[in-house]
């Protein structure tokens, strides 16, 4: 099924661990972004991609890194988990490279993270 | 932060009632988008209204945005229990960073 697909559903780690969490679509959608959702805050923007080998920060970057390397995957990268990272993580994609998001965006299932 | 906000918090009618979720933001805009969250899922695109639109309509679904007042409403009409869930307005401001969403809105539709 053409989708955003997020792996892995959940997760548990210690505080200093470090993971990826991935993301892949497969609608040649140009535009990828990272969003967490926390209970009273909605869901922020950590990074985001216009397009293959370009990234750039969202509101809420620290502690986080992203890559592009190929149109259809944009890994998030935690590099010493802490317990204000615990969230539930959201990949979304979009047809319009400009980010406006002109056909809506199609998000993943996300990722239930939590960091102990 | 640049979130808008969502009005009420939480929404409980019965079925068959209209539903009308009110949405905030705070910066011009290229477009206004909601979303729908079932409990422990992703977010599924809704609707979207741009700038210059006033109204738009899909199936039970009605929008309306005031640009002038920065504010966007959604109204379900004829609500089914299948409509519980969470409503998300999002802004889109134009540039590459993507949409600001509001804090949403909690639909219980009582059977």
């Known amino acids: 099924n053409a989708g955003v697909t997020q792996t892995p559903k959940f997760q548990v780690l210690k505080t200093g661990q470090s993971m990826t969490l991935q993301c892949a679509q497969d609608m040649n959608h140009e535009y990828m972004s990272w969003y967490r959702q926390d209970p009273g805050m909605g869901l922020r923007l950590i990074h985001y991609?216009?397009?293959?080998?370009?990234?750039d920060q969202g509101e809420v970057p620290n502690g986080y890194n992203v890559s592009r390397s190929t149109t259809e995957d944009f890994p998030l990268r935690l590099l010493s988990a802490a317990p204000s990272q615990t969230s539930v993580y959201f990949c979304?994609?979009?047809?319009?490279?400009?980010?406006?998001?002109?056909?809506?965006?199609?998000f993943g299932s996300g990722t239930r993270l939590t960091v102990v | 932060s640049q979130q808008g906000e969502e009005d009420p918090q939480a929404l409980s009618i019965q079925e068959g009632e209209n539903a009308t979720m009110n949405c905030s933001y705070k910066?011009?805009?290229?477009?206004l988008q909601w979303y729908r969250q079932n409990s422990g899922r992703g977010l599924v695109h809704l609707i979207l209204i741009r700038s210059n639109e006033r109204e738009k309509h899909s199936g039970r679904l009605r929008v309306t945005l005031d640009t002038s007042k920065k504010s966007s409403s959604l109204l379900i009409t004829a609500s089914r229990a299948a409509d519980t869930a969470s409503y998300f307005c999002?802004?889109?401001?134009?540039?590459?960073?993507?949409?600001?969403f509001g804090k949403g809105t909690h639909l219980i539709i009582q059977p």
């Open positions: 991609s216009v397009g293959a080998g370009i990234t």
């Open positions: 910066t011009s805009i290229n477009n």
């Open positions: 999002a802004s889109a401001g134009g540039g590459a960073d993507g949409l600001t």
């Open positions: 979304a994609s979009s047809y319009s490279s400009s980010g406006t998001g002109t056909y809506g965006y199609t």
